[in-house]
């Protein structure tokens, strides 16, 4: 585990123990010598957790589209920064650098990006650990209508485990290190029900 992508707000939330929590994740991650790639702003919990990162001496690595950059929302503190054309390139290359990804507390984008690797890794497009950073309860109601989507049968009970979420980052990242993929993927699910047919 060399690299995780922390997905987030742009915002710091109405609990300051957001930032605490962003603060120390970025503990964790350096004490263990695991560099952060984000979306390289330097506003709400991406700028504080990067900023962090970067204070205690780690390593981080922004992806931002030119659009933001131009607004000055870039962070020109990083180890390094991409600079690239759009959200979908953004998104793209954060996904390549990483070797996990993590969801802390953050809005629409912070769940677009979630949901977009969880369906990859539902897709065997990755096999790489993905999880919520549960903070606060943060995510308390996601991971209970994710529980009632395999209820309705949408999302199986394998697949649903592809959303791990931890409360302790060291815990978190413990789970990371030592974790190994054993799901099979929505096509080798839809396989196995077929052969079941008459």
């Given at each position: 585990?060399?690299?995780?992508?922390?997905?987030?707000?742009?915002?710091?939330?109405?609990?300051?123990?957001?930032?605490?929590a962003a603060r120390q994740l970025a503990r964790e991650?350096?004490?263990?010598?695991?560099?952060?790639?984000?979306?390289?702003?330097?506003?709400?919990?991406?700028?504080?957790?990067?900023?962090?990162?970067?204070?205690?001496g780690g390593e981080a690595t922004g992806v931002i589209p030119k659009a933001l950059l131009d607004k000055e929302l870039g962070h020109h503190g990083l180890t390094r920064l991409h600079i690239v054309k759009d959200m979908h390139e953004r998104k793209a290359m954060m996904a390549e650098l990483a070797d996990g990804f993590v969801a802390m507390p953050g809005g629409m984008g912070t769940l677009e990006e979630l949901f977009e690797v969880l369906t990859w890794a539902q897709l065997g497009f990755h096999y790489k650990p993905i999880s919520?950073?549960?903070?606060?309860?943060?995510?308390?109601?996601?991971?209970?209508?994710?529980?009632?989507?395999?209820?309705?049968?949408?999302?199986?009970?394998?697949?649903?485990?592809?959303?791990?979420?931890?409360s302790d980052p060291a815990r978190l990242i413990e789970r990371f290190k030592t974790f190994t993929p054993s799901y099979k993927t929505k096509w080798a699910d839809r396989e196995a029900v077929a052969n079941l047919l008459p």
């Open positions: 585990m060399k690299s995780i992508c922390v997905y987030c707000g742009s915002s710091p939330g109405a609990s300051p123990a957001y930032a605490d991650m350096v004490k263990n010598n695991i560099a952060l790639v984000y979306g390289g702003g330097n506003v709400g919990l991406m700028g504080i957790i990067a900023t962090e990162i970067m204070q205690l919520l950073y549960n903070t606060e309860g943060f995510y308390d109601n996601l991971i209970a209508f994710v529980d009632h989507l395999v209820s309705q049968r949408f999302v199986s009970s394998d697949q649903s485990g592809l959303m791990m979420h931890e």
